[in-house]
């Protein structure tokens, strides 16, 4: 791969169309995801009001790494509604394919830590992976994560093979 500058940024309401193709993209090229090309039902307007939405909300984050205009990272935190579980912030997290093992995903999730210590309105960080993602799980547990359960079936293949997921947690202090 030729060198490429990356930016990391606050996703802005003019990054809607890109946020839409990265996350078409990531939902085809990998089933790491539990999303599929159908998952993301927002229209671009919507997209433009969730990110604007986003930007204002303290405890919510959406970090893209970007090449020029072209999203090919993703990481977005956003704390639970109700009261007795809003200091918790739920992950997700995506790297395009063709970004994997260059750091990208690690830049984003200690940015996404780093955020929250900051913010201090979250106290701990959850996410869901595959059982069967080692690489994504060595990185969360790199950054502090735990394997706090397993979630048997929690998703499946294309092809109907059931998957186990761990949850993961962090505890922000």
């Known amino acids: 791969m030729a060198r490429q500058e990356i930016v990391f940024a606050q ?3 003019e990054d809607a169309q890109a946020l839409i193709d990265f996350l078409d993209l990531v939902a085809v090229e990998t089933d ?5 090309e159908e998952t993301f039902p927002y229209s671009l307007e919507q ?13 919510q984050l ?4 970007k090449v020029g205009k072209k999203i090919i990272g993703l990481i977005n935190v956003k704390a639970y509604k109700p009261y007795r579980i809003s200091h918790v912030g739920d992950v997700f997290m995506a790297v395009a394919k063709e970004y994997w093992s260059h750091g990208i995903g690690r830049i984003l999730l200690e940015e996404a830590i780093i955020w929250a210590q900051e913010m201090d309105c979250l ?3 959850e996410l869901t992976v595959q059982v ?3 690489r994504a799980i060595k990185l969360y547990k790199s950054c502090g994560f735990e394997v706090e359960g397993t979630q048997k079936r929690g998703a499946r293949t294309d092809e109907g093979e059931w998957l186990d997921l761990y949850y993961m947690g962090r505890l922000i202090d």
Do not use: F, G
């Open 132 to 134: 069967r993602n080692a």
């Open 32 to 36: 790491y995801l539990v999303m599929d």
């Open 47 to 59: 997209t433009q009001s969730i990110l604007m939405a986003s930007e204002e909300a303290p405890d």
């Open 11 to 13: 996703a802005q309401a």
């Open 123 to 125: 106290k701990r960080l």
């Open 62 to 65: 959406c970090l893209l790494a």
